[in-house]
């Protein structure tokens, strides 16, 4: 292999260069064909190809080909808490995991409210030049969920906001929640939401049903999800607005949103990997590790969300990668944080609970894991398709190779994987942004 053939500049646009991905199949369709990305873009596909002199060759040695994947909901924690994620360390965890570009949360401290926080996620994202940081704005000042964030200055900044959330929380006052509706309609911006009514989880940590009430852990209902997510459907129809629900968890809420999308109202949703594959069974021991918001649920809601994903109800795959310390996951199961890391571990996931069981093909793994979340949140250089004159955003599958999950090997300044010694039936080779190999061979370049 050569020297690397480019690097992301400050401005994040590709410098000269060129990378050739030999023998990879564009969305595991017919035979092994040659990419050539120059200068950004894809310029030839074809069994054989012109090598530009001095080109980084990456051998895909038959795996996928797939447009680089797109995360709605990451954590990165910076500014604030760089001890458990750092803008550096989670852009490395993206390019691993095959994203080209992924959308940071508010819920830092202090508060992503204003455009100084904003921009300077996106400069920082920048300077490490591995992925696309996007910066979401929080909605409401503080997240306190009582004044509306300055919306107009985030969306108007170098960091161009255009998902605002306060995630973490629920904006729960209906009047809030639909001021910044209408907010948002005029900005042309998302607003992401928690779907959390506070009023029906005070205390709970886990789902309630059967296990939690065997365990004596306070129950999380359904319907602390549901409630939120037909209430804020009928605020963005009478708005007009579009609204998306950050991590959907539960049977019912896929039931509301085919409801909702029937109507003509415009909600787009998200399931986390671990919603797809994990249950509470495996709070059976008081595994903190297993602790996350909104709950792991029961099987015929993991079996729900992948019909919905299947069938496009649910509209795609986002990780909420959320690092945190060892001493804050490994205390008593009601005190330790809920959250845990997922940017590694999605695609082999994706394989595992869609791919493998026959519920998705690689052109549905490229809709829900890279067009679609480009689409809801309309960025026009990222899940595109991979054709000449395409940006050279790419992701190559190894679906025969696979690993076992280590939590102190992956990237993340954090290991909370629920994954543990786990094995992962897919490996991502390489990801390239715009023409520049950001990880290959398991090691990320930068
Ligand atoms: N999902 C979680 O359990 N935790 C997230 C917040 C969130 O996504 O609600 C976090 O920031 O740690
Ligand atoms: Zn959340
Ligand atoms: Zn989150």
């Avoid at 050539?36 to 002199?53: K, L, M």
């Avoid at 109202?265 to 509470?280: F, G, K, M, N, R």
């Avoid at 052109?363 to 809801?376: D, K, L, N, W, Y």
């Amino acid at each position: 292999m050569s020297a690397h053939a480019g690097t992301a500049d400050a401005t994040g646009s590709a410098r000269s260069g060129s990378v050739v991905l030999h023998q990879v199949r564009p969305y595991g369709e017919g035979d092994p064909v040659d990419v050539v990305v120059t200068d950004g873009q894809i310029t030839e596909i074809g069994a054989t190809v012109t090598v530009p002199a001095g080109a980084e060759e990456i051998d895909g040695n038959g795996g996928i080909l797939l447009p680089g994947f797109v995360d709605m909901h990451t954590h990165l924690r910076e500014p604030g808490r760089e001890d458990t994620e750092t803008i550096r360390s989670g852009s490395r965890a993206a390019a691993l995991g095959g994203y080209t570009a992924v959308f940071a949360m508010a819920n830092t401290n202090p508060v992503a409210d204003n455009s100084t926080i904003t921009d300077n996620v996106w400069r920082t994202g920048r300077e490490v030049g591995l992925v696309d940081v996007h910066p979401v704005g929080a909605v409401t000042v503080g997240l306190k969920g009582e004044q509306l964030a300055e919306m107009g200055m985030m969306a108007a900044g170098v960091g161009n906001v255009r998902m605002f959330s306060d995630d973490g929380k629920c904006v729960h006052d209906p009047l809030i929640m639909r001021r910044a509706l209408e907010y948002a309609k005029g900005l042309g911006v998302l607003i992401a939401q928690h779907a959390e009514e506070p009023r029906l989880t005070v205390g709970a940590i886990a789902h309630e049903g059967p296990t939690a009430a065997r365990l004596g852990l306070a129950g999380w209902p359904r319907a602390a999800e549901e409630s939120i997510v037909v209430r804020d459907a009928l605020l963005a129809r009478d708005a007009g607005a579009r609204v998306h629900i950050c991590h959907a968890s539960t049977e019912g809420t896929v039931e509301l949103l085919r409801w909702a999308k029937d109507q003509g109202i415009s909600v787009t949703a998200e399931v986390t990997p671990h919603h797809l594959l994990l249950t509470d069974a495996r709070l059976e021991g008081y595994d903190p590790i297993n602790k996350v918001n909104p709950p792991l649920r029961e099987e015929r809601d993991t079996l729900a969300l992948r019909q919905a994903l299947a069938d496009g109800i649910v509209d795609c795959v986002a990780t909420d990668h959320a690092p945190h310390a060892s001493q804050e996951k490994c205390c008593e199961f009601s005190a330790a944080k809920p959250g845990m890391l997922g940017l590694q571990t999605a695609l082999p996931i994706v394989v595992q609970t869609l791919v493998e069981p026959g519920l998705l093909d690689w052109r549905g793994v490229a809709r829900v894991m890279s067009e679609r979340p480009a689409q809801i949140v309309g960025l026009t250089d990222q899940g595109r398709p991979i054709a000449v004159g395409e940006p050279g955003n790419l992701t190559v599958v190894d679906p025969d190779t696979p690993w076992v999950v280590h939590g102190d090997e992956l990237a993340s300044l954090s290991s909370n994987t629920p994954y543990e010694a786990m094995s992962m039936p897919a490996t991502i080779t390489a990801t390239v942004l715009r023409g520049v190999v950001t990880a290959a061979g398991g090691q990320a370049r930068a």
